[in-house]
Structure formats: C-alpha cells, structure tokens
C-alpha cells in the first residue's frame, strides 16, 4: 500500500513555524529568568555533570542495548573499542567537539573499515 503524502505547501510551512517556536521556548525562558537573576554555585556545579550524564546514556544504550531493548553481549567490539577512545579524549581534553569528532572516526575506522 502507498503512502499519499495530502500536506500542502502552506501545511509545510506552519509546521515549521511551530517547531520552531517549540524549539525555541524552552531555551528562550530560562535565560529570560537566569539573566536577571546570580545563579548558584551549586546549581552551577550540578549543571557542569548533564552534558556528561546525557552523553554516557546515549553512548551506552548505543552500545549495549539493541533495536528490541535487550542487552548485547556480543558483536559490538568496535562499538566498545570506540567508546573507550571517546572516554579517554572526552576525560583527558574536556571538548564536546572533539569527542564526537573522535567517536565519529573511530567507529567509522572500526566498524567500517576492520569490521570489529
């Protein structure tokens, strides 16, 4: 069976817009209230472990967890050997970028190129 795509132009556009505005609310009141406001040390110390938390279960349920949410002991040692390498260059230069620069190229070395 096909699938009959029945948006038109201006529904395209609206649904932009929308996204849009969803995108942009949750970043836009914070810094409305932070910016009048002395933010907390400890709020800030707190702050400085989400982008770390965030990145650890992303890579991890990447790694370890399949499609159907089982646990993968086998066929990931590229994965591993990649997320290792991630880990050491994230600790040892403290760079978002760089990591994911690395991470990137050593799957893609890895996992495309060995086939580990």
Request: glycine residues 6%.
């Amino acid at each position: 069976m096909q699938s009959v795509n029945t948006m038109s132009s201006l529904d395209h556009f609206w649904l932009v817009i929308f996204c849009a505005i969803v995108a942009f609310i949750p970043r836009f009141f914070p810094l409305l209230i932070f910016t009048k406001r002395k933010i907390p040390e400890w709020f800030n110390e707190w702050m400085r472990f989400v982008p770390v938390s965030l990145f650890t279960a992303l890579v991890v349920k990447g790694v370890f967890v399949d499609s159907k949410y089982q646990i993968i002991t086998s066929g990931n040692l590229g994965l591993i050997i990649a997320s290792i390498l991630v880990g050491i260059v994230a600790y040892r230069t403290r760079s978002m970028t760089l990591s994911v620069v690395v991470g990137l190229g050593s799957v893609m070395f890895f996992v495309l190129v060995l086939h580990i």
